[in-house]
């Protein structure tokens, strides 16, 4: 079975590798799918959050990264997936991912959404958290990997 994981990494954090690693367990092939959105401004560009991610994933067996733009089910329909995960941080998630996922299940009935709740260890942490942090020179190490470091690192010093 394929699975689609969604999102816009801007960048990839240790909380979206939790639930890469943990929702790879279940499937023979999980696409880690980076979203192109010309409604909303990226930090880093599709082809930089693709190799942070790439990066990031390297090793981890059925783990495919790739980028797509347009509906998410349709992405889905594209590679043979009938499965989008979504990981859940707080209450406040479930509300709107519920919404999508019911959104998405209109759209193309053969889809269906699982959501996986994140280790307790990473409920505070989000792609803008990162981004504050690192934009005012706090240590980001413990969220992201040692790349996504330097290259938050490297955009603000720059």
């Known amino acids: ?9 801007d960048p990839v954090t240790y909380g979206h590798l939790d ?3 943990r929702a790879s367990v279940f499937t023979d ?18 082809e930089e ?42 209450v406040t998630d479930f509300e709107s991912e519920f919404q999508m996922a019911l959104t998405n299940r209109e759209l193309a009935g053969e889809v269906d959404t699982i959501f996986i709740s994140t280790s307790t260890k990473y409920l505070f942490l989000s792609s803008s ?3 504050e942090i690192a ?6 190490s413990a969220m992201v990997t040692p790349g996504v ?7 603000f010093k720059g």
């Open 49 to 90: 959050r693709l190799d942070m991610l790439s990066a990031a994933t390297d090793g981890m067996e059925g783990v495919v990264v790739r980028s797509f733009s347009g509906l998410t089910v349709d992405f889905c329909r594209s590679v043979g997936s009938n499965l989008i995960v979504r990981g859940l941080r707080a």
């Open 129 to 131: 958290i990162v981004r």
């Open 29 to 46: 092939r999980l696409i880690v799918a980076v979203l192109t959105n010309s409604a909303k401004s990226s930090f880093f560009s599709v």
């Open 1 to 9: 079975m394929t699975a689609v994981y969604p999102g816009s990494f």
């Open 135 to 140: 934009l005012y020179g706090g240590d980001v």
């Open 149 to 155: 470091a330097e290259r938050l690192t490297r955009r």
């Open 19 to 21: 639930i890469i690693r």
